[in-house]
């Protein structure tokens, strides 16, 4: 009996345009973001950059999602999958529970898709910056413990 689940592997520089096609598509469409979203190409250069640095997972062939891990601070840098609600995200979040205790993120407050995902992955809401960290958005810290 074969195994149909799109495989998670260790992402290569060759897949940051993939990634940045994701998340440019998912930035473009959040009304809330009140600033005008990186190129895809900038986009991908950010990512070919980060892709050595960190954990960078990938799912699929083609590349149907990411997640980015900085291990040293426990902490997602990302995680964006072509299909929300395909089942990728989770895939891609157990792969980064296998091998951590303690996993936590930052997601936009407006973000509720999101938090409502997390929250059943087991991630609980720890800290809010009204500010955000960056774009003025509010964001809230969410944290898993085994």
Known sequence: MSDDRPQIRRAVI?????CAEIIHGWLTGQAWLPNTPPSQ?????IIADGIPQR???????PVAGYLSFNAEENLIG?????????????ALLNRVKADHDVIQLWTHEPNTNA??????EGFEIV????????????????????
């Open 55 to 61: 954990e960078f997972w990938v799912i699929g062939s």
């Open 78 to 90: 990302g995680l964006y999958t072509a299909r929300p609600g395909s089942g990728a995200g989770a």
């Open 41 to 45: 190409d900038t986009l991908a250069e």
């Open 127 to 146: 800290e809010r910056k009204a500010e955000g960290r960056g774009d003025g958005v509010p964001e809230l810290r969410m944290e898993w413990r085994r």
């Open 14 to 18: 060759e897949d940051a345009a993939t």
């Open 115 to 120: 938090h409502r995902f997390y929250h059943r």
